[in-house]
């Protein structure tokens, strides 16, 4: 029951608390496309059929993305 770990020298954990998650990038796509109905139904019913959160809910934000690194696709006809 450590309260503090370290990853090569550098404290990760400090008293129970993620201290640091290294300089690492969080990389996402910001993938442009057109609109297509049949998909977005498609993907809503799985996620009320599979998942425990709402489509709504699913995005990630802020806080959860350290460091961005975006990676543009255009694929809009």
Known sequence: N???L???GVPVVKDHEIASNGNKRT???NAKV???PQVMR???EKFLRYYTV???NYEVTGRYLPNPYVIEVDATE
Do not use: S
């Open 2 to 4: 450590a309260e503090h």
């Open 6 to 8: 370290f990853k090569a």
């Open 27 to 29: 990389l996402w796509v």
């Open 34 to 36: 057109d609109e297509n």
């Open 42 to 44: 498609d993907v809503k």
């Open 54 to 56: 709402t489509l709504n």
